[in-house]
């Protein structure tokens, strides 16, 4: 009975000195110093992907989609949904937890072929979305092999497709605006493999054209696909839709693309712009001079 009594008091003894010591080493307070603050909630910003595809089908859709959501979520600036439908294209209230336009903040028709599942109130709400809710639009390669049949989208992004004159080649590709965050990694000029669209009801004074090809380094023999006359082949630009910003670039066409890091460095940044994050210009402004180029 003794020996137990004992063990107790020793017990109590060691939890009262260890108590003390846990005090000891807790840190002071001092009242007079302001707390930390809280580190700044970062709002994600809500990206919505368009792949539906009524014409020619892109091996590279699902490798856009991917480097898209991998490049929001990497970056953690924004969420991004994905659909190869146009249901969400809308600005009436779906039910059912579906999300739309009023959710999203930017919209990217990655490699869109064909007239669109779109009824005329759909295409209200969306040329509303960007024109007059200020969001924005980012059109990736085939973009412009879509929707033909609707003026206002050929005004919104710029024109359309009018064929590729030499399919995918190394095109010799030149940096007309450096300064733009969509194109400022890329130098002077360069090479990349690559399908280049042929764009036609296009001018470059209705946009501000970033990269174009190096008229003075193509083959213009035999080709018949070849329509435009003055030689101005555009490969990205970005322009205003009323309020909201448009960015279009017809790089993308392979899956090997979209594991090039300069590519997905220009669809971040240009994602980024259209969301309001930098600052770029959207001016035209007259074609530069290449020597030995007539046009």
Same mark, same amino acid.
């Given at each position: ?96 937890? /579906?999300?739309?336009?009023? *959710?999203?903040?930017?919209? !990217? %028709?990655? $490699? +869109?072929? @064909?007239?669109?599942?779109l009824d005329d ?84 004074e209705k946009v ?27 490969? /990205?630009?970005?322009?205003? *839709?009323?309020?909201?910003? !448009? %960015?279009? $670039? +017809?790089? @993308? ?43």
């Amino acid at each position: 009975m003794r020996q137990t009594r004992i063990a107790l008091l020793l017990l109590l003894f060691f939890l009262i000195l260890r108590g003390f010591t846990f005090a000891q080493d807790q840190p002071t307070v001092d009242p007079s110093v302001a707390s930390p603050p809280h580190a700044k909630q970062i709002h994600l910003k809500h990206i919505l992907v368009i792949s539906q595809t009524k014409g020619f089908e892109h091996d590279s859709v699902s490798d856009g989609m991917a480097a898209i959501f991998n490049l929001g979520r990497d970056s953690g600036l924004w969420d991004t949904t994905m659909r190869t439908d146009t249901e969400l294209l809308t600005k009436k209230d779906l039910g059912r937890n /579906a999300k739309n336009l009023d *959710y999203f903040d930017a919209l !990217v %028709f990655l $490699s +869109t072929t @064909g007239e669109l599942d779109l009824d005329d109130s759909q295409k209200k709400d969306i040329l509303s979305f960007i024109k007059d809710d200020a969001k924005g639009f980012v059109g990736v390669h085939a973009a412009l092999d879509t929707n033909y049949k609707w003026p206002e989208y050929g005004e919104m992004i710029g024109g359309w497709f009018d064929q590729h004159p030499w399919s995918t080649f190394n095109a010799p590709i030149i940096n007309e605006d450096p300064s733009f965050p969509a194109v400022r990694h890329f130098p002077r000029a360069f090479l990349k493999f690559d399908e280049i669209y042929q764009p036609k009801e296009w001018s470059r004074e209705k946009v501000n054209v970033l990269l174009s090809l190096d008229p003075t380094k193509l083959n213009y023999a035999n080709n018949p696909l070849i329509h435009r006359t003055d030689h101005d082949f555009a490969v /990205a630009w970005d322009k205003m *839709y009323g309020k909201g910003r !448009v %960015f279009y $670039s +017809t790089l @993308g066409h392979t899956e090997d693309a979209w594991n090039d890091p300069d590519i997905r460095k220009m669809y971040f940044e240009a994602i980024k712009w259209v969301l309001g994050m930098t600052e770029g210009n959207t001016a035209s402004h007259a074609r530069p001079q290449v020597p030995g180029n007539e046009h």
